[in-house]
């Protein structure tokens, strides 16, 4: 049959990834409470474990100064931003921003910014400078984000076109000024898509860049976003964690990320955040004895892995979000997991990232509401995942031959050999990775 050009698939995302997203792994970096002193300078002193680690792109969160009207604590909201030309004195000046990137890329590593293209600060430099750049509430004052309690922030008006340019440029200015590498973008799904759509493009235009948007829709990674956040992972993992869902809610979840969202793309699996650890508790509150295996599962299952400053090493507090509240740095056997895990990310290229790594495949068990079984294989890696989503002793028998192979248990070391059927006995949160040998 013949079929006219109307009827070829066309490929959905537009962008291309920069290579050095292929294995990368992300760390964010709140830099109030990331070292005792605050500042880019200390910062840079991490950077060598940060190597080491195995991390390759470090969020920086807002950089900007804050404003001081309706701030919020005595240091305020990074997210309340006065000046987005402008650092934040409380952690230096613009050269010390760029010797840090520097460093950074020295390193190997990569940095990404957050930006806050939503709002500003009540006493922002546009107010007096541009104050028909907000929106107004029906008494034709300026507003927060209607029904967020946000109040040390208003809103800015994506219906106008100078809106737009400005922010473009001023996301322009610190790829060119500072060399940094993309950005972070705060609440995107709050912001036209068209409007980032076009930023990507200017950015690229200066040189290629890696965007992370804090949303989830398939529509951000047409033209615009590499990465989204993927909070429903995040979300569901949390109440298997609580015993108040199964693993059949993480089918749901795989199976929108397989059929809802481009096969090119990377979605960002994590166990805490800024927000997650603020607001809603730390790793230990969210996941419980869950945490090595949710831990574990956002490092091998698809999705680009994030860590949070702090989670290394094993930091058990809500680090305060408006004052300082610096990390107390140590060894942690959380540190040495995830280490371990980056490691085998970068080695196995059946887990690397967007469409140059393998899809999960289903490995049918007889638990299924208990154990989450996977394979992900291409024609050199494979990798054959079961972790017990239970607080219950799970003993899954595998029939299907999709896991018969022989493989490396890549935390024991021993060798083994499976074939249909294959009976594994778990305890309570327990997990095997095995990597074909």
């Keep these: 049959m013949n079929h006219t050009t109307r009827y070829q698939p066309s490929p959905p995302v537009k962008i291309t990834h920069p290579e050095w997203s292929k294995t990368a792994s992300i760390y964010q970096i709140n830099t109030r409470q990331f070292t005792q002193e605050g500042t880019f300078r200390a910062a840079e ?5 940060l190597k ?3 991390v390759d792109i470090l969020w920086i969160m807002p950089i900007s100064e804050i404003g001081a009207v309706n701030r ?3 240091l305020g909201s990074p997210y309340a931003v006065k000046d987005y030309y402008s650092v934040n004195p409380e952690f230096g000046t613009l050269d010390d921003f760029k010797h840090f990137v520097d460093a950074v890329h020295a390193h190997g590593m990569y940095v990404i910014v957050d930006f806050v293209p939503n709002h500003t600060a009540w006493d922002s430099v546009l107010v007096d400078e541009h104050p028909e750049f907000y929106i107004r509430d029906y008494k034709g004052d300026f507003r927060p984000t209607a029904w967020w309690n946000w109040s040390d922030i208003i809103e800015l008006n994506y219906d106008l076109p100078e809106v737009r340019q400005y922010m473009t440029e001023a996301m322009c200015y610190w790829v060119r000024e500072a060399d940094i590498d993309g950005y972070r973008c705060d609440v995107a799904g709050f912001v036209p898509t068209d409007f980032w759509n076009n930023v990507r493009k200017e950015l690229d235009a200066i040189k ?17 976003f590499d990465m989204t956040y993927a909070w429903s992972w995040n979300e569901i993992v949390h109440k298997i964690a609580m015993g108040i869902a199964d693993v059949s809610a993480l089918f749901i979840y795989y199976s929108w990320n397989e059929k809802a969202f481009p096969r090119d793309i990377m979605r ?8 997650k650890n603020a607001w809603e508790g730390t790793m230990y509150e969210q996941f419980g004895d869950a945490l090595s295996a949710a831990i574990v599962l956002s490092v091998v299952g698809e999705g680009m892995p994030l860590i949070y400053n702090g989670q290394e090493a094993g930091n058990a507090k809500r680090l305060e979000f408006f004052e300082r509240d610096p990390i107390q740095w140590q060894e942690h056997p959380i540190g040495e997991l995830y280490k371990k895990l980056f490691a085998l990310k970068k080695a196995n290229s059946a887990l690397w990232n967007a469409a140059w790594g393998a899809r999960m495949i289903p490995v049918v068990n007889d638990v299924e509401t208990k154990v989450l079984s996977f394979v992900r294989q291409n024609d050199n890696d494979k990798v054959f995942g079961v972790f017990n989503f239970s607080a219950e002793t799970q003993s899954p028998t595998f029939t299907c031959p999709l896991h018969a192979g022989t493989y490396t248990d890549y935390f024991t070391g021993h060798q083994v050999t499976f074939s249909a059927p294959t009976q594994l006995v778990l305890p309570p949160w327990g997990f095997h990775v095995f990597v074909k040998s």
């Design 268 to 275: 960002m699996t994590f166990t805490s955040n800024h927000d």
């Design 45 to 49: 002193s991490h950077l060598p474990r």
């Design 52 to 54: 080491e680690l195995g």
């Design 72 to 74: 919020k604590g005595s």
């Design 208 to 224: 290629p860049v890696f965007m992370l948007a804090e949303w989830e829709a398939r529509d951000l990674h047409y033209e615009a």
